[in-house]
């Protein structure tokens, strides 16, 4: 036990429950990405190579997990908000360095605050990526009329939704083309993935000109061609996947579009608001 009162020891498998908890404390007040909290991303980003747990009376109140087995390393941690300003989340980010080594560290956070931005910038890392989770609480639906000449159907699993996936995103800075099996097969693998929700448009000729995929409760991707953009097959497709999870007892609707993405400020005219962000640092290991 250090004179913080915590006592520092590994966690695992068995301490989900504690993780769990931890996790929905984040998020209640930095907001976030809510999918932290189940159970699968809780194993691929705490259960790591190595990991550290703070515990003060039986709670866990601070962890981190460090998987070493890629370059870069990675690591993801959490402070419990009660917990904050006691110098934990350092103490847990400077272990994840030393279990590091030489290796360049990749710090993914799912629950992005303020200060956690301001220690990892003290600590000498880079932010490489930085994505708002909107939600719509679907009581009230967005009304998009449907674009001249444009009518939606069922998403079938094929080469054209993957080849309208590629022209919808080739001209993004980076788009790495995926294999047509190796993208079709996620969606078909997925056990969220929606086929009744997920919609295709196309224009009065037949060609395809945009499709959005739900997965579970989320609109997982939203794309649209170029020639058809600025002619609201965007905010069509996307108002009709609302409409379809609103149809099918869904509450609420989530998405996460990245920070400088002008998608953005269309999802917010139809009614999503923010709910957190999430982000990625990079610290480049010295060279000796």
């Not at 272990?95 to 990892?120: H, K, N, R, Y």
């Not at 020639?227 to 609201?232: D, K, N, P, S, V």
Request: hydrophobic share 45%.
């Amino acid at each position: 036990m250090d004179r913080t009162g915590v006592t520092w020891k590994e966690f695992g498998e068995e301490h989900l429950a504690a993780l769990a908890g931890l996790a929905e404390a984040c998020l209640a007040v930095d907001g976030g990405l809510p999918l932290f909290a189940r159970t699968p991303l809780l194993r691929a980003r705490l259960l790591q190579t190595r990991t550290l747990g703070d515990w003060h009376a039986g709670d866990l109140v601070a962890a981190v997990g460090v998987g070493t087995g890629r370059a870069p390393a990675t690591a993801t941690g959490l402070v419990h908000p009660a917990w904050r300003g006691r110098g934990l989340g350092g103490r847990l980010l400077d272990w994840a360095g030393e279990q590091a080594g030489d290796a360049d560290l990749l710090v993914t956070t799912e629950t992005w605050s303020p200060d956690a931005e301001a220690l990892f910038t003290a600590r000498g890392f880079a932010r490489t990526f930085l994505e708002w989770v909107l939600r719509h609480d679907l009581d009230t639906l967005p009304d998009v009329p449907a674009p001249d000449g444009v009518r939606l159907e069922p998403a079938a699993l094929g080469p054209e939704l993957f080849d309208t996936y590629r022209a919808s995103f080739a001209e993004r800075p980076g788009f790495a083309a995926p294999e047509p099996d190796e993208w079709l097969g996620e969606l078909r693998d997925d056990d969220g993935y929606r086929p009744e929700l997920s919609l295709i448009a196309r224009a009065a000729d037949g060609t395809a000109v945009g499709f959005v995929n739900v997965i579970d409760d989320w609109i997982d991707q939203v794309g649209v061609v170029p020639g058809w953009r600025g002619r609201r097959a965007g905010a069509y497709l996307v108002a009709e996947a609302l409409r379809g999870l609103a149809g099918a007892g869904a509450g609420a609707a989530w998405l996460c579009v990245n920070d400088d993405n002008p998608a953005a400020g269309l999802y917010r005219r139809l009614g999503f608001r923010d709910a957190g962000r999430r982000a990625r640092y990079l610290r480049r290991a010295r060279i000796r």
